[in-house]
């Protein structure tokens, strides 16, 4: 799909036809479509595909008549009825006349610009567009960050009683998310390092500050993805230990309610065998049922009470 902005009377507009200073956005393009962008603005057709692949790493490409900027972009991944955290590359190729980005999907960083919702935004200039981009994705990622975080704290509650693994499997794909933006934020801190660099990036004295801002914001998420990942990790084998002693505790529990349940068990099956009544005590006693009985559970009771005192219950 390809979707065509500009910037005009101050405000971003959808139009039908690509000109001077207007922003392309490719989500998931048919090869006709990225073979008409490629004649159209003359860049190579690998390049407006490489962002497809999920696995492409990120950097920039100087090519004669156009630059291309690939990073990874955080993404909601649905698995098992439940959102996870994933990434996939987001490419910005900037030529003399527009500006062109490619994604696999409709990512929340883009659909902030496509909507409106940034200020100072202005389709032809440039820059300060591929500044704002990378800025927004560093801010994302530190949202989604904190979500994790909160979403931590929840598992952690439900397992300090659980005996099962899900809630273990949960927090397990939550580290696994802090690995995949770690690794991305480290990529994505190697491109604004080349990115100060580039001289056909023009760098102009008001997006100084914004490129510091980017740098920072890049930083410190990366190191919040550090924080949290280590957290994750001494909290999911501690957890571990207390899922598993967790299940020891009712593994406990159900030996000592078997040890108390198989004393009156052991008297019915001697007084059910097929012996000479003589033999056996109360045989001949009216009341001899009900004094085996009680006696087996006067027995079970004193075992049981033994048992409490030792904690085992």
Known sequence: MIRIFKTMDGKIHQVEEASEGCWLALTDPTATEIFEVSNQFHIEVDDLRAPLDEEERSRIEVEDEYTLIIVDTPVLEERGEKDWYGTIPLSIIVTDEVIITVCLEDTSVLGRFMDGRVRNFYTYMKTRFI???????????????????????????????????????????????????????????????????????????????????????????????????????????????????????????????????????????????????????????????????????????????????????
């Open 131 to 313: 500044l704002q981009i990378l800025y927004k994705n560093a801010s994302m990622f530190l949202h989604y960050l904190r979500i994790i975080d909160k979403k931590s704290e929840e598992v952690e509650e439900k397992l300090q009683a659980a005996t099962r693994n899900e809630e273990l499997i949960e927090l397990l794909e939550l580290e696994k998310s802090l690995v995949y933006f770690t690794t991305s934020l480290k990529s994505n801190e190697m491109v604004l390092e080349r990115l100060l660099r580039v001289e056909r990036i023009k760098q102009y004295p008001d997006d100084t500050d914004l490129l510091e801002d980017v740098i920072i914001e890049n930083k410190q998420a990366i190191e919040m993805a550090n924080v949290y990942s280590g957290i994750l990790s001494s909290m999911t084998d501690a957890f571990a230990s207390i899922v598993s002693n967790n299940l020891n505790i009712v593994m406990k529990f159900l030996a000592t309610v078997t040890i108390v349940l198989s004393i009156p068990t052991m008297i019915f099956s001697a007084y059910g065998m097929n012996l000479d009544a003589d033999g056996m005590p109360f045989a001949g006693n009216p009341g001899g049922f009900a004094i085996v009985i009680v006696l087996a559970l006067l027995i079970s009771l004193i075992l049981a009470f033994i048992f409490s005192k030792k904690d085992l219950f």
